[in-house]
């Protein structure tokens, strides 16, 4: 083969050396990308301690905004060293016992710099350029990207490699990297589905709610007037999709049933209020938000002792928890008192206006003992006893507060009892673990109980009411 003259085969080699060629070994965008390529991914925040003995540790203190996986960190480590702040953010992965802190995302910023030292500006250059070398061209300014807690990139590029992502912006004046692992990615999928489980309920609550509404028709066809027995034959079978005026028109009917002076029974009473509730709607939307606007329904149900309270946000208006109040004190033994103790637990004694307190897992904590043992099916009592656990999760994180935009300091949750809130939660999550692995609520508990095995705030508001 007739070899290339010489200057012709390195003119052709120059891309690949380029392609090659390191960052400069000195400067700040030197040390900031050396920074990012060091990082020992998943390593354990033990391991990461006894590395880096001159890093400063802190645990996570929630100020319940949290929404995403990748906002949330159990620990955080600090250094500062020649110009760059060096930032390691630990978390734990869900399981269902004790979970290690490991090392899943790093921020890596230089500030503004002293007198001599290279600008942002020409920093962020050296970056880009070093980056590109590397990983090939970037995607300038992505949308799909972790937002990281409060972070505001009003400028970023994201490179992919093969240890994870690396995300180049500028904040505030000051220029850096951001990188986070593969792990980030799986993790921030399985928090979603489980928040999205949280929101929902568990789907055993839900087929017993639907039973004891089908056991109070059954209850009301056998002794209710012919007048309501007929409109039970127009019941919508899925009320929830039912339209708003239709929903008005059946669930008013109960409640006058139920007000009448001549029934005398009340666990009949109890089937009707416990009807009423299933089909009125529990938030209607008003057209206009001059508060005259709302249909003359809500009227009427507050005069049978069902408000509609105004809710702060959509114009709105939402029921409260007045029937369940109602079941729970004149028949707490029937299926639908037993029902309303539940629902009451889970809403945290307050849908709406928070008119008891904000701290309404007070209320859980003072009633759930009392009701559990008073339960007869074992859904409601799983069911209850996690509400329990949660409450005392929540006032245990709310102690743990530090300048929550609701809850500010958490002085005030640090009252006689605060400190085995953890240990009572503890000891309810176990033992739903313990009795189903694999059931609901084992499955909710995930991200929770490594948290509250190691003493880590757990952000959680479950029972704190807020409105404004």
Known sequence: MKKLPLLLALALAAPAVAARTPPPAEGPAARLLNSVLRVPWSQRLEEFRKASPDASVEPFHGDGSVTFFHDYWSHRARRESSGIRREYYFNMPPALGESAPVLLRA???????????????????????????????CRPDPEDVPVFGVLTLWQRELWHA????????????????????????????????????????????????????????????Q??????????????????????????????????EAANPERRDPDLQ???????????????????????????????????GVPYYEASLNCARMRGLEIEQRLVAEVPDSPWGQAAMVELLLQGFSRVTCDQTAETFRLVIQKAPEWIPRLKDPVLQRTARLCLGRA??????????????????????????????????????????????NGFEARQLRFTLPRLLAGVDTNCRHDYCIYD
Not at 270 to 297: H, K
Request: with cysteine.
């Open 223 to 256: 002794d209710g007037t012919p007048q309501w027995i007929a409109l039970l034959d127009r019941w919508p079978d899925d009320p929830g999709k039912a339209d708003t005026a239709m929903r008005f028109r059946i669930g008013i009917e109960p409640l006058r």
């Open 392 to 437: 005392y999760e929540t006032w245990w994180s709310l102690a743990q507060a530090r300048g929550d935009c609701y809850a500010g300091d958490g002085a005030w949750a640090r009252s006689a009892g605060w400190k085995e809130a953890r240990t009572q939660a503890l000891s309810i999550c176990e033992s739903l673990v313990k009795e189903d692995p």
């Open 107 to 137: 921020k890596f910023t230089y500030g503004v710099p002293g007198p001599g030292a290279p600008r942002p500006a020409e920093v962020w250059d050296a970056l880009h350029a070093a980056l590109t070398r590397r990983y090939g061209a």
């Open 162 to 221: 093969s240890s994870g992502e690396i995300l180049l912006y500028q904040e505030d004046g000051s220029v850096g990297l951001l990188a986070w692992s593969p792990d980030v990615v799986r993790l921030e999928k399985a928090y979603q589905d489980q928040r999205a489980m949280d929101r929902a309920v568990a789907p055993e609550w839900a087929v017993h709610k639907r039973a004891v509404l089908q056991q109070a028709l059954t209850r009301i066809r």
């Open 270 to 304: 109890g089937a009707l209020y416990w009807a009423a509730n299933g089909v009125l709607p529990g938030w209607i939307d008003l057209p206009r938000c001059d508060g005259q606007t709302v249909p003359v329904e809500v009227s009427v149900l507050s005069g049978l």
